[in-house]
């Protein structure tokens, strides 16, 4: 129970440093001294800071659909299309909200369903997101779902960067609109 207590540690720590001090800025010490550990424990879990980073971003990534999802199951909404769309919205919203994160997490949204070298790391953790998309694409008679889902997070975690980080001259509101039309037509659902 203390070994996992000691990867959490090191988890949220690292977490913390990342997203005050940012990656570059951080080092291993940085983070095996908030997390209260020796470097050794360090490397009992992570290869390298930038495995510990992947890591993150699955888990941040999956924590943002799966609660998309949790609030898309209290809503009346029964459209495929709709379901698809108030996820992503949710998902916007939420990194509209939390910059850090954002910063953090970068461009890479999707590195939480789709990243083969940690699939290991998937193992055990819920992702609604897929389940939930792959049955609303088979009932649509959707081709290449998968690739579609994967299209579609990539879409929007590139433009959302640019338009918060990067300060690209648009209001969320028109921003969403456009993801919407471009949802719509990759999910060729009129």
Do not use: C, W
């Amino acid at each position: 129970m203390e070994e996992t207590s000691k990867k959490i540690r090191l988890l949220s720590s690292a977490y913390k440093l990342f997203t005050t001090k940012g990656f570059n800025k951080t080092t291993i010490q940085d983070i095996v001294d908030a997390a209260r550990v020796a470097k050794g424990t360090f490397y009992l879990y992570f290869e390298d800071k930038y495995k510990l980073q992947e890591e993150l971003i699955i888990n941040k990534s999956l924590e943002i659909f799966n609660e998309a999802i949790v609030e898309l199951e209290k809503q009346n909404i029964n459209k495929f299309d709709d379901q698809v769309i108030f996820i992503f919205d949710y998902v916007i919203d939420y990194l509209e909200k939390e910059p850090s994160i954002l910063n953090f997490i970068s461009k890479d949204l999707s590195l939480g369903l789709y990243h083969e070298k940690l699939i290991n790391i998937l193992e055990g953790k819920e992702t609604k997101i897929y389940d939930l998309f792959i049955k609303g694409a088979k009932e649509n008679n959707l081709k290449n779902p998968e690739l579609t889902l994967f299209m579609i997070i990539e879409f929007v975690s590139s433009t959302i960067y640019s338009v918060l980080m990067k300060k690209i001259d648009i209001n969320i509101k028109d921003y969403k609109k456009y993801v919407h039309e471009i949802i719509k037509d990759m999910l060729k659902i009129k």
